[in-house]
């Protein structure tokens, strides 16, 4: 079975020589041992049918590089979200970076602060809140991410702490001469009552090609609040894997907004157990593809719990020779009975050589329950572009606008304006006419 | 109160009509596969030598081949060299001539189920070939057919008298090679019907299978071949049923239907195989592969199933829809109770310019039944101006029970249009409050509401189906509300 590990088992020796022997060491062990066990995915799996990773196999990335990467103030700031005051941590090819954050001002008790830090001081926080490798549905990737643990972001919110400003998570990858991996772990810990905003933001600030394997933790106590946002912009030559796991407890609401633009070939985990009555989860998503890229995008919801709830709505604009791959799962377990569960998903095709494959999946296994999925494939609306194009639009601005409005139905449901703004900007700068589509849509 | 009861025992003891057994002399082959069990099967009928190599070179790729396991059904191992794979009833020299020189006992049979193999009865709208466990054993309006130009008969005779179109179109939609069931089917297969309807020709009658297995330890695998020729059309009809036993008997059929340019194949089954006892206790594995082939311009084929029996259902009626403006539909009420399981479905495949596919699913799961719908909607890269609608309900009845969706979309044309919608939900209490309030029993009021449901996929059927159909519902059901 082992394809192309002996790399990454060379490359983790390594790393063991460098780190210090600490709690985590063994854990990083078992789980390598568990990666070479079962190697890359295939596609004879099911959950990774239409997801071809080979490239990423052979791609031999390292992630015990030392080179350094000179970055500049100005550089982060052209890619900032205009006007968000908000905490930031940045890493630079998977590397924190103090100097570039900005942490100052945290309330009491709030820890925001580099992974590699909180493996040390907060032992017992951390290693309580990371996914057990164990269980059955998180694929080999994970497990790499957790032999290679080392930076990523710790965020811990006490309980009753509402945390006004948003934390953004610049993760930035620029040239560099090996190619580099990058396993960054997230690990946010809410107490209950507590509530904040978190921004994952992944950007290639050139069109090198590397490998982002990043893995988020989300833990939300009782009635704890976090609204979850995910703006993967790396490089077109990059691949990225992303996995998001979440344990929601009573009343807990999440709020996951995924935002797809770059990549090569790119994969979205995201899972979230809903464990006590009144968790919520609402997971919103855009994938704009053109090129020859494969965006992919699972999400699975276990509503293991009476009284729990889920929606979600994921859409794709399709062009080139790009494909997408979109599967929802919702599993509502024996005995989880008055489940509310919504999925949609909806995909235009706007191109001959674009392939779509979508699976949405219902598994139910209670009977006191409102369980609805829907998907579509299609075009554009014949009707609506006469309607523009009998105002004197021209056919590429009117195609370009009724695209926009389509991506809109997705980007709109974003609270934070300046993220809202932003993704707008970078949307738009994907359509033909972009400037003429910026008159239109102004506000 | 003590006459209720009664009532209710009967009501229990009628759940399953068709589980007796006929006593009948048979031939059946000892248990065991392997190729001189083959050759046994095919010497026996007769076969030619291109068949049997045909049968040997299946087998022999099924050697290769394991179990899928990929479904959502808890199948337990079955030991393929327990089963008897030949088992026919003893006749004299030479088969039936006509419907006279039948085994009065087995014209007993189907008299008892109901199928009346009688020309001149009821039903007589109807012809009918009848199949026994392994053979064939009379075929009904052969003469009125002939003179159409219709050609309906076992599968048997088929080879015999009309070799050249066998050896054309047998395994040209459903290769030997194609899943684990088909290559054993392949291997195996021992009779079923044969249909070709020539240039232009309407069938002038509803023309059906009745399949029975009766003898035990034995598994029932029959190939039906429906052949529509340019311009033609054909109603086809498909029923089963088989006795109560505590063991798991293995059905893998295959059916394969061929529509060239404008012609029109509907293929209606009533699935009613022993569904197993309320514990779960014995029952018919149903693992089937139905295909048809929309090869020319203008073809449509439409499928409607209604499943109620087997323990295990394990079948995906698909459509390749080859010719241009051809139609693929699949309409579909799938029943599982007490510990039934079904992993059911449709694959349509868009191949050809301008087709369009229609897919109506109803699941219904009651008691610590599990009910799956599994589908493929495959847009081709030329397939222009595609067309899908889907649409698969599921109601639950009881909290131990499941209803899964698994929907596949694969869409490589951007002038696709791919629609795709699903719910779950038990029956609403409003509805069942309407009912009650209007003094209707909640019995009949679920009853009622089930049909409701189901009325789409029904209103497919045949006439006679139909009101079977609505019966078999009833009866499956029974006991699962409360």
């Known amino acids: ?443 | 109160m003590a006459a209720k009861s009664e009532n209710v025992e009967e009501l229990v003891r009628k759940d399953y009509e068709h589980g007796f057994t006929t006593e009948i002399d048979a031939d059946t082959v000892p248990p065991g596969l392997n190729e001189d069990v083959i050759t046994f099967i095919s010497k026996k009928k007769e076969e030619p030598e291109w068949l049997l190599e045909w049968r040997l070179k299946a087998y022999r790729h099924w050697l290769t081949m394991e179990d899928p396991t990929w479904a959502h059904l808890d199948i337990e191992h079955i030991d393929y060299q327990a089963i008897s794979y030949y088992s026919a009833p003893k006749s004299k020299e030479d088969g039936p001539k006509s419907l006279d020189e039948v085994d009065p006992k087995l014209l007993e049979t189907y008299e008892k189920l109901g199928i009346p193999l009688q020309e001149q009865k009821m039903l007589a709208g109807v012809a009918v070939d009848a199949v026994f466990d392994s053979v064939s054993v009379a075929t009904t309006f052969k003469g009125k057919l002939k003179e159409a130009g219709v050609i309906f008969c076992s599968f048997s005779e088929a080879v015999k008298d009309y070799p050249d179109l066998v050896k054309k179109y047998l395994g040209s939609v459903v290769p030997t090679a194609d899943n684990f069931f088909a290559a054993l089917n392949s291997a195996v297969f021992t009779d079923g019907s044969f249909c070709y309807i020539p240039k232009g020709v309407r069938c002038p009658m509803e023309l059906s299978t009745y399949f029975r297995i009766n003898a035990s330890n034995t598994g029932q695998f029959e190939r039906t071949l429906i052949v529509a020729d340019e311009g033609s059309h054909v109603s086809y009809l498909e029923g089963c049923t088989a006795p109560m036993r505590d063991e798991n008997q293995l059905h893998a059929a295959v059916v394969e239907l061929v529509a060239l340019d404008d012609a029109e194949i509907k293929y209606s089954t009533v699935q009613n195989w022993y569904p197993g006892d309320e514990n779960g206790v014995g029952g018919i594995y149903n693992f089937v592969t139905k295909r048809g082939d929309c090869r020319g311009k203008n073809s449509k084929i439409s499928w409607t199933q209604v499943e109620t029996g087997s323990a295990i259902t394990w079948k995906y009626p698909s459509c390749l829809l080859k010719g241009d403006n051809s139609v693929g539909e699949f309409y579909s009420v799938a029943v599982t109770n007490n510990h039934q399981q079904a992993d059911t479905g449709t694959k349509m495949i868009h191949i050809g310019k301008n087709t369009k596919s229609t897919i109506i699913s109803k699941g219904i799961s009651a008691k610590q039944a599990q009910n799956a719908y599994r589908g493929l909607v495959k847009i081709s890269k030329h397939a222009d101006n595609a067309r899908n609608y889907t649409q698969c309900d599921s109601l639950l009845m009881g909290d131990k029970c499941g209803a899964h969706t698994f929907p596949y979309i694969e869409a490589k044309n951007s002038t696709a249009t791919v629609e795709h919608e699903a719910t779950t939900s038990k029956i609403g209490d409003d509805q069942l409050f309407y009912c009650r309030q209007r003094g209707i029993k909640e019995e009949d009021a679920v009853n009622m509401i089930v049909n409701g449901f189901c009325k789409e996929v029904f209103k497919e059927l045949p006439m006679e189906f139909a009101v079977e159909a609505q019966k078999l519902l009833g009866i499956t059901l029974e006991g699962a509300v409360g």
């Open chain 1, 1 to 443: 079975m082992s394809n192309n590990t002996e790399h990454y088992l060379a490359d983790h020796e390594r790393l063991q020589d460098k780190l210090e022997k600490n709690w985590l060491s063994e854990k990083r062990l078992s789980a390598l041992s568990g990666f070479e066990q079962n190697g890359f995915p295939n596609t004879r799996q099911e959950n990774w049918k239409y997801t071809d990773v080979r490239a990423i196999a052979r791609g031999d990335f390292t992630a015990t590089s030392d080179a350094e990467v000179s970055i500049s103030h100005e550089e982060i700031a052209n890619i900032r979200f205009n006007d968000l005051d908000c905490y930031e941590l940045t890493f630079v090819n998977g590397k924190f970076r103090h100097d570039l954050s900005q942490l100052e001002g945290l309330p009491e008790g709030v820890i925001v602060c580099d992974l590699a830090e909180a493996i040390e001081k907060y032992e017992n926080l951390v290693s309580a809140n990371m996914t057990n490798e164990a269980e059955s549905n998180v694929s080999s990737f994970t497990a790499l991410n957790t032999a290679f643990v080392q930076h990523g972001a710790f965020i811990y919110l006490p309980k009753k702490v509402v945390l006004e400003k948003p934390i953004n998570l610049l993760y930035l990858a620029k040239d560099q001469e090996t190619n580099f991996a990058a396993h960054p772990r997230n690990v946010i810990v809410m107490e209950s009552q507590s509530s904040a905003v978190v921004i994952e933001s992944y950007i290639g600030l050139d069109d090198s090609q590397y490998f982002t394997n990043a893995v988020s933790d989300l833990s939300l106590a009782a009635a704890a609040r976090l609204d979850h946002y995910k703006v993967q912009q790396e490089s077109m030559n990059s691949y990225h894997i992303g996995y998001l796991k979440a344990q929601q407890h009573k009343d807990s609401y999440l709020e996951s907004h995924s935002i797809s633009l770059g990549g090569a070939i790119v994969r979205n985990d995201i899972h979230s157990q809903l464990d006590a009555a009144g968790a919520e989860i609402v997971m919103n998503g855009l994938y704009m593809t053109s090129g020859k890229q494969h965006v992919d995008n699972h999400t699975r919801v276990d509503h293991l719990k009476p009284h729990t709830l889920s929606t979600e709505n994921y859409r794709g604009v399709l062009n080139d020779r790009s494909r997408a791959v979109f599967n929802g799962k919702v599993i509502v377990h024996k005995d989880a009975q008055k489940i509310e569960a919504h999925q949609n998903n909806a995909n235009l095709l706007l191109s001959d050589d674009a392939e779509i494959d979508t699976k949405p999946e219902l598994e139910i296994y209670a009977d006191d329950v409102k369980c609805s999925h829907g998907a579509t494939v299609g075009q554009l609306d014949k009707d609506m572009l006469f309607y523009l194009r009998s105002r004197a639009i021209d056919e590429d601005t009117a195609r370009s606008l009724l695209t926009f409005a389509f991506a809109e139905e997705v980007i709109s449901k974003i609270k934070l304006a300046p993220i809202r703004h932003r993704l707008e900007y970078l949307v738009v700068g994907q359509l033909p006419d972009a400037d003429l589509i910026r008159e239109f849509t102004n506000e």
